[in-house]
């Protein structure tokens, strides 16, 4: 006899599907803000604390328009999301939780949803990445892990893997723009490396930390001996490449660990932390602080230059711009 209630098989689970939103939902959590040389902003945002992962990334037309989330396109994903950057004016590549990097595509055929084009699965998630100049080349870093991929090439695999240097936890890695071969990684191992991916021994220590392991670093592109540590007491370290192991200056900027930094055209450098403020220090002279902004709400946890301008997203659902 068949009844009813019965529920075939018994162990059939009795969670509903769960369907990606159909418009794209603004979550408190925002995660990274990039913007290109037209003044066009991406901004990520992620949901982490309901009952499913999920992530949406915006594309406005202009600050005014990212101000008030008027976006002109936008892109739903599965999980998660770490950060995102501009490779050209029109394309744009993410880093999703799930170990994926995907290449979006900006269309302007009046459909506001990004094509996601290609995907290339990496060995963990990635937590950062970087662009040279003027070319399709990603540099990311996951798990311990440096890896660069050419997202323009047929295959989605990743051009070069570094796995065997570091021995903990990459946390940041920046590329010298405009000389494809030069990059840098810091890592919870107290490392920040240098490579030259042309020489037989592609990595060399320019700095490790006695105490505290390092979760950014940045190249000051204006003056490329030049680089910045971050560390996870919330310390900041001038170094010189010519200068292994040697600090050149330093400023403590929070009681906190660095999240991140990242140099403009002119040497000023903007950091953020696991806190609601955020400073820019002048790169070219000694670290001295010149801006400080408790804007936020929320942790700050993306920074995008576009000229002498800052714009800075957090964990309040705002993009807020700085002029200093």
């Not at 030259?196 to 670093?217: C, H, K």
């Not at 050149?248 to 906190?256: G, M």
Request: with cysteine; hydrophobic share 35%; net charge negative.
């Amino acid at each position: 006899m068949d009844l009813p209630s019965v529920i075939y098989p018994p162990n059939k689970p009795l969670e509903r599907p769960l369907a990606l939103s159909k418009t794209p939902v603004s979550y408190n959590y925002m995660f990274f803000v990039d913007v290109n040389e037209k003044g066009e902003f991406i901004a990520g945002c992620s949901n982490i604390n309901g009952s499913y992962w999920e992530n949406v990334l915006y594309h406005y037309k202009d600050v005014t328009s990212a101000n008030v989330n008027h976006y002109s396109g936008y892109y739903i994903g599965s999980s998660t999301s770490a950060d995102a950057k501009f490779i050209a004016s029109n394309k744009v590549i993410l880093a999703e939780d799930n170990s994926c990097l995907k290449l979006l595509t900006i269309k302007d055929n009046g459909n506001p949803t990004l094509l996601c084009e290609e995907v290339l699965k990496t060995n963990d998630r990635v937590e950062q990445m970087s662009v040279w100049n003027n070319t399709h080349k990603v540099l990311a870093c996951a798990d311990s892990t440096v890896l660069i991929a050419d997202m323009q090439s047929s295959s989605l695999n990743p051009v070069t893997e570094f796995k065997d240097f570091h021995t903990q936890f990459v946390t940041s890695v920046d590329v010298n723009k405009n000389q494809v071969n030069l990059f840098a990684s810091a890592s919870i191992d107290r490392k920040a490396c240098i490579w030259d991916d042309r020489m037989s021994i592609t990595a060399s220590v320019l700095y490790q930390n006695e105490f505290s392991g390092l979760t950014s670093i940045n190249w000051n592109q204006i003056h490329p001996e030049c680089l910045v540590v971050g560390n996870e007491s919330g310390d900041i370290y001038s170094l010189d490449i010519r200068q292994p192991n040697e600090v050149l200056c330093s400023h403590s900027c929070f009681n906190t660990r660095i999240h991140r930094s990242v140099f403009n055209n002119s040497g000023y450098l903007a950091v953020c932390g696991d806190t609601c403020e955020l400073l820019i220090l002048n790169g070219n002279d000694n670290l001295n602080v010149i801006y400080k902004s408790s804007d936020h709400s929320g942790f700050v946890r993306g920074l995008a230059w576009f000229h002498e301008t800052l714009y800075s997203c957090g964990f309040d659902k705002q993009i807020i711009k700085h002029v200093f």
